[in-house]
């Protein structure tokens, strides 16, 4: 465990060493919570109301706020599998004392942290003064807990992508394709309490919006029932990739070829 | 002639390079082409929702997305060291165009080919196809649509890119550039103020990219029609200005490099 948060410990310093870098990844979310912001205040004034399916203007933004935090914070690790399976790097660090995935687990962590805690602050600020005063602590609170659940299940998903690179030599693709269906049905464009009907059922039986829906949803309107429904579903989801994970990583051990040099 | 004859050979190179992993770039063309779809989805559930805004619809939307996945696909297929050219700055990695008797601008940024870029094309007049403007008329203005936005697209970037040659490193801030420029070309920009739009139309030209070209598609007017010809002319001249005056300042590391 101790080497683990060590590597944690070790990224956040990474990622701090850099601070025009650091500050310059920020300046993204502020740009698309603009956008955002854009797009829905308009459709607020045309639509002549102060309420669509239950979410206001300040709710949409601070929705997307939450949204983007998560999303340019989540891990990118599928991209250094990929490389460290391509280039054959994988096989140097199989043989080191640590736990493969979970080596990434921790890279990743300390990477999504110091990302997402930036992108809070810099969201918080330009949110606040788009939309008003931030939601209530319950709802930061509710989504804090789900955001664990939503990261872990981001990881996985990158990991499989990324372990992907044992049997086909193009991986980026899949993670634009899982991107675009965390934007879609995971509720990151366009909250699901818009979908109609048939889309929301299909929406809420795929895992997609417990990565993405859950920790947003709850931050702008906390909802006990919701909460737990939610966890509940990011629990099972947990499992059944985390499972998936291990079983892959085992069979793609199968598949490595070292030629020595 | 020469300079014509030198990039079509670069071209074809980077084709055959390719075609050297038909497999990859197969899979590359088809996961971007389904790539744009599901983020097209968005905008068929909100016109779904709210019909139109401000003049724009389902169609009008189709239309932007053909115009800016064709501009940014044959920048990307063709042009594709343009999103990199920072890296190669910064890297040392000119020595190389430096030393052959060619353009060096059109040699780094025609050197590097996105597989991608051709899944973007395909997509882009797929999406103008049906998007119902698809006229006699309506492909002239679409091209010369496309045409500025692959102007600007290379323009506007290089153009940041080239500061790396007085700041240092600036991938970041070309990384900001070119999400910015990307994020706000796919929005119509009738959703923002008058400043924004200004901003728009100049610092970060995203306007000249989607709103501008699609609004001239729709229905011609000298307005936009000058507003995109003297905009991708200023960006791409001024682009060359620039790298030019930087590569004066350009220093060698030295550094042993392979160019494949």
């Known amino acids: 465990m101790k080497k683990y948060l060590s590597i944690l410990s070790m990224q956040i310093i990474n990622n701090i060493a850099y601070p025009g870098d650091f500050l310059g990844r920020s300046i993204s979310i502020a740009t698309f919570i603009f956008i955002f912001a854009g797009l829905w205040g308009t459709t607020f004034m045309i639509a002549n109301t102060d309420v669509i399916n239950g979410l206001t203007f300040p709710n949409m933004v601070w929705y997307f706020m939450m949204a983007e935090t998560l999303e340019l914070g989540r891990p990118r690790i599928n991209r250094t599998i990929s490389e460290q399976v391509k280039n054959g790097e994988v096989a140097y660090i199989l043989n080191k004392?640590?736990?493969?995935?979970?080596?990434?687990?921790?890279?990743?962590?300390?990477?999504?942290?110091?990302?997402?805690?930036?992108?809070?602050?810099?969201?918080?600020i330009v949110a606040w003064i788009l939309a008003g005063a931030p939601p209530p602590l319950l709802g930061w609170l509710m989504a804090f807990v789900t955001l664990i659940g939503a990261w872990i299940l981001h990881f996985c998903f990158m990991a499989l992508i990324g372990l992907a690179a044992f049997v086909v030599e193009e991986t980026n693709s899949f993670e634009l394709i899982y991107q675009k269906l965390v934007f879609i049905l995971g509720g990151f464009l366009f909250p699901i309490d818009m979908f109609p009907t048939w889309l929301q059922n299909i929406s809420y039986a795929l895992p997609f919006p417990y990565m993405m829906y859950a920790p947003a949803r709850l931050f702008v309107k906390p909802d006990v029932d919701l909460f737990w429904r939610m966890l509940g579903g990011?629990?099972?989801w947990v499992a059944v990739f985390v499972f998936l994970l291990a079983f892959v990583y085992q069979r793609s051990e199968k598949y490595l070829t070292v030629n020595g040099g | 002639?020469?300079?014509?004859?030198?990039?079509?050979a670069l071209w074809k190179a980077n084709?055959?390079?390719?075609?050297?992993?038909r497999a990859a770039f197969f899979t590359q063309v088809i996961f971007m082409m389904i790539n744009n779809g599901v983020y097209f989805i968005f905008w068929v559930l909100y016109f779904d929702k709210f019909n139109a805004v401000r003049g724009w619809d389902i169609n009008t939307m189709m239309l932007l997305f053909g115009i800016a996945a064709s501009a940014w696909g044959i920048g990307a297929f063709f042009f594709g060291n343009f999103i990199s050219l920072a890296e190669v700055i910064v890297g040392g990695r000119l020595d190389y165009y430096l030393s052959l008797p060619r353009p060096v601008l059109l040699h780094v940024l025609a050197s590097k080919s996105i597989g991608s870029g051709m899944g973007d094309l395909i997509y882009g007049i797929g999406s103008f196809m049906l998007s119902g403007y698809f006229t006699p008329d309506g492909t002239l203005r679409f091209l010369l649509g496309v045409f500025a936005g692959v102007c600007i697209f290379i323009g506007f970037l290089v153009i940041v890119?080239?500061?790396?040659?007085?700041?240092?490193?600036?991938?970041?801030l070309s990384q900001f550039a070119l999400s910015a420029l990307l994020t706000f070309s796919l929005y119509p920009s009738v959703l923002f103020d008058a400043t924004t739009k200004f901003i728009l139309l100049t610092i970060i030209p995203a306007?000249?990219?989607?709103?501008?070209?699609a609004e001239f598609v729709r229905e011609f007017s000298?307005?936009?029609?000058i507003q995109m010809v003297s905009g991708s002319l200023v960006f791409l001249f001024l682009s060359i200005f620039i790298f030019k005056l930087g590569l004066k300042r350009y220093e060698s590391g030295s550094a042993i490099q392979v160019e494949v």
């Open chain 2, 15 to 21: 084709i055959q390079a390719a075609m050297e992993f």
């Open chain 2, 207 to 213: 306007a000249l990219i989607g709103t501008i070209p």
């Open chain 2, 161 to 172: 890119q080239s500061l790396s040659f007085w700041l240092g490193n600036t991938v970041a």
């Open chain 1, 97 to 124: 004392p640590y736990n493969f995935l979970l080596y990434h687990f921790s890279a990743g962590l300390g990477d999504g942290a110091v990302r997402m805690t930036l992108n809070l602050i810099v969201g918080s």
């Open chain 2, 1 to 8: 002639m020469r300079q014509v004859k030198f990039i079509l």
């Open chain 2, 222 to 225: 000298w307005q936009s029609a």
């Open chain 1, 234 to 236: 990011q629990v099972f």
